[in-house]
């Protein structure tokens, strides 16, 4: 079974400053789906990011980019130029590119301060 | 286009009633998915389906149902509700091109307080 870890439960970071969310996952198999999603107070989940596991190149979003390192089973979320909207909980999630393996596997979350 | 509509928004329940969270979504997804999230935890699949009349457990699927008769509403089903099941729930959609997968779009979220 996979397993998505986040070592970090709480980070802050001064506006305008830059910050790096880590994440972790194991799993066996070669293709799958990482996603960041973003939960505001509000509590609903918005997509950040994505990035298939077949795509050597680092996805990108605006402010937000990831440092994906598949042999290290590694998958970080770089928010740059921080504003105090990017406050919220920060969940990193892993799905199977096997289309009858319909789960996210999803990481306990961080939640980012944003220091005005 | 509405997205993912949960309702209700919030519910107290007491222990041993039922009742059925209701999950709706307009963007005519194949995938739909019920997820709950407790404090610490990150999100946790309860069912899932990959079409209508199609659906399947996930990990944690003790107490709860669900069908799928038509492609838009895939509801949740509390058979005899427990102090356990008090959660915060989550219905998401999704759906492929090809071999291509797009995010999931998530509803607003239920509260469910079980007494």
């Known amino acids: 079974a996979q397993t998505v870890t986040q070592s970090q439960p709480e980070m802050s970071v001064q506006e305008a400053e830059t910050v790096t969310l880590s994440c972790t996952y194991d799993?066996?198999?070669?293709?799958?789906?990482l996603f960041w999603y973003k939960q505001p107070p509000s509590r609903q989940m918005i997509l950040v990011i994505r990035q298939e596991a077949y795509k050597q190149q680092n996805a990108t979003e605006n402010r937000f980019s990831v440092n994906f390192q598949k042999a290290a089973k590694s998958f970080s979320l770089k928010i740059s130029d921080s504003q105090l909207g990017d406050a919220a909980m920060y969940f990193c999630a892993y799905r199977s590119a096997d289309f009858g393996n319909e789960k996210l596997t999803f990481g306990t979350g961080t939640r980012l301060t944003i220091i005005p | 286009n509405a997205g993912v509509t949960q309702t209700p928004k919030f519910q107290v329940l007491k222990t041993g009633q039922s009742m059925t969270l209701q999950c709706a979504q307009d963007?005519?997804?194949?995938?739909m998915s019920w997820y709950r999230q407790d404090p610490g935890m990150g999100l946790r699949l309860i069912h899932y389906?990959?079409?209508?009349?199609?659906?399947d457990q996930g990990e944690v699927p003790n107490g709860y149902n669900v069908s799928r008769s038509t492609t838009e509403d895939f509801p949740l089903r509390l058979l005899s509700a427990a102090p356990s099941q008090t959660s915060v729930y989550f219905c998401?959609?999704?759906?492929?091109?090809?071999?291509?997968?797009?995010?999931?779009?998530f509803g607003s979220g239920t509260r469910l307080t079980v007494v």
């Open positions: 963007m005519n997804h194949e995938y």
């Open positions: 799993t066996s198999e070669s293709d799958y789906y």
């Open positions: 998401a959609s999704s759906y492929t091109s090809g071999t291509y997968l797009y995010g999931y779009t």
């Open positions: 389906s990959v079409g209508a009349g199609i659906t």
